[in-house]
């Protein structure tokens, strides 16, 4: 498989807070976090400690409170709507608990969507859906609309639209939270692989201690707050 | 590729999308047949202004409408011959009608009527105007002595065809005239200061009751109202001494103003129905696009900006825009041509005492027009719809359940 390119991200002193009505409710209390080309990190903890907005935060989709976050030593705070677009669309992949992928596409649009609009050459589109599908061994599931797939085989769809763009950085949120646990299984087999195969930074969030067996570290998130870091 | 998801979201779900399919095209097929409607409506009134009493325009010597003179004869047209020569010259001119007006009394031997008279050529005047509708008799035809005078007038009077009618005028000089006439026509314009007090004779008969040899006026009937202002143009530039008017000026009153007042009623008949459309498309569309919030958010965190969201909205909004317009286009042409092939009988119009009855005239212009006007309000809702969406924040897209 092709290699990622390399990816530095550092974080100090992060804190995020949601509102409700008029009170302010701490989602994330002063946390660091460096991370580095080929780190297969898990945030791990249970259900409201932090870490589907942590990993918003890291992938550009929260906005960023208090804190510094460098994206390749760029302050993302100077950054403009169209860079931090363009980082998402080019440099980042993202596998969401619920799939997300587009119901009237095939798995094959579905991997190619995001490849057309970087406005990549239809033959390098070609080589790279066929390599992300054959990747998660879907490509002869290729013609199949969501519907028709199993929640294992949708995820691997995800994870095959995440592959294909080769992007720097993955972040996966809950990937196997939907999926039984041997499935969940297989999904983490993928991201190992594609970890491995690719140093491709990915950094993945779960409450499920089955996780732990594939990461390289892992970080516990309480309340919004690093736990123990190992 | 977008383009190809706007497309496919249709087919998501087909009763919604078929929902907003029938509501645009509804609403363009009203625009379209009332479009039509108003059209017939329009020319009708044209036609009926035209070819009942003005012609499509009036040449006099200048300034003379929009004076009052105490002798008015000493302005008209002195010497008609060459005038009428000139005009009959002009290629799109198909008709001249010299002509004259002036009051006077009308009697049968019982009772005595104020009228207005107009001298006319009738025999040429026959031809062109077929809009006088004639309830009794026929219009001069040559008559030396023929009279045709207006319904209410007539009723007023109980005047029959073949009663003899007397005209007592003053001459130019003051004199007192008279002259017996046979009616041979009892005409009905709907108009009703029009049909209670006129009545035509021939312009020779008119003449010698006045003691002129002069017209007041020559109208104009033309091969098509269209070609007014080349033709007014050639009169401006070959009798400069004279001014052409035409006929929506001449009866700004009843046709101009009726025209205008259409204009607006079917402008604001025209709001209401695209906002009806317009909030019917919102309120489809709105829903649909709620359900899809994560996977606008997924589209967002992929690098897609608001504008691209809106992008693969405005296709879907194209879309069915283009696909119900051209339903709403065939179900006007079904209405028209089928159901109400026959045309619509409508009451009265204001200021006009019959019945009409109107064809929807459909023209492949206002088809255009309001298809267009379909696809706009189409992709205008869905727009309106996607706006706030596609701007809120990524992170609150995705957590939509």
Redesign the interface.
Known sequence: MTKAPTLGVQLKGIQFNYTLGKQSIPALRGLDLNLVAGDFVGVLGPSGSGKTTLLNLVGLIEPLQEGVYLWEDKDVRHLRDQDRNAIRKYEMGYIFQSFNLFPTLDAYDNVEFFLTRQNMAATERKERVEWALKGVNLWEHRNKRPLEMSGGQRQRVAIARALAKRPKFIIADEPTASLDHKTGQTIMEELAKLNRETQCTLLVSSHDPMVRGFLKRTIHLQDGVIGHAG | ??V??GY??L??NKRRTVNVLLTVAFGTASLFLFHGFNASVMDLYRENTIKSRWGNGQINTPGYRAQVFEKPWEHWIQNPEPVIKTLSAIPSVQYVFPRMEFFSLISNGKMNMAGRGQGVDGATEAKFFNNMNFVAGHNLEGEVDGIVVGRGLATAMNAKIGDRLTLLTNTVHSSINGADTTLTGIFHTGIKEFDDSFFRVPLKLAQTLLDVNSVESISLGLDSYQNWDKAAAEIKEKLPDYEATPFNVLDEIYYQHSVDWLKSQFTIFQTIIITVVILGIFNTVSTSILERK??I??LR?????AG?VLAMLFWEGTFMGIAGGLLGLIIGLFIAQVLLANGITMPPAPGITRTFHFPIQLQPEMGMQTFVMGLMACIFATALAGFKVSRQ???DL?RAV
């Not at chain 2, 965190?301 to 900006?305: D, I, K, P």
Request: aromatic share 0%; charged share 25%; no cysteine.
């Open positions: 590729m977008l190809k998801i496919r979201n087919l998501r994560q996977e958010g997924n965190a992929n690098g897609e900006s691209d924040p990524i992170a995705l």
